[in-house]
């Protein structure tokens, strides 16, 4: 399974990965801070409390769906610090006791070759790029 921040973009990939895959789009981030209070625990270390975006229930209820059946997941959002921040709050949605392993892939051009090298050399959420964002959007 591979999640990509567009529809036309996941169509895209998936041709490149073939049956073997399913490939879902995020469109965007799906989490974000409270829009009706600050959503930042102040007395904590600023630690901000995210929710799911209105409008994007479905979307997380799908991915959190099609990776229960996944035997990995990759996902491919944009290689900057805001798809990491897609990425992980992807990973917060659907990891788990019994979640399949979750992998980072990044790829710069959406070719087969470069889709196919991302998934080989996929590795682990950067948790300092998930910060810088987190720290921005704070």
Request: net charge positive.
């Amino acid at each position: 399974m591979s999640f990509s921040p567009s529809p036309a973009k996941a169509k895209t990939i998936g041709k490149y990965l073939g049956s073997r895959y399913i490939v879902k789009a995020t469109v965007g981030h799906i989490r974000d801070l409270p829009v009706k209070n600050i959503g930042i625990d102040t007395e904590h270390g600023f630690e901000p409390h995210y929710v799911t975006i209105p409008g994007k229930e479905k979307t997380v209820a799908e991915l959190k769906s099609a990776s229960k059946t996944a035997e990995a997941v990759f996902i491919a959002t944009a290689p900057d610090r805001e798809g990491e921040a897609i990425a992980w709050h992807v990973q917060q949605q659907i990891k788990g006791k019994l979640a399949p392993p979750i992998k980072r892939a990044l790829f710069y051009e959406i070719t087969k070759d470069a889709v196919t090298k991302a998934l080989g050399e996929a590795r682990e959420i950067d948790q300092d790029k998930v910060d810088a964002q987190q720290a921005r959007r704070v």
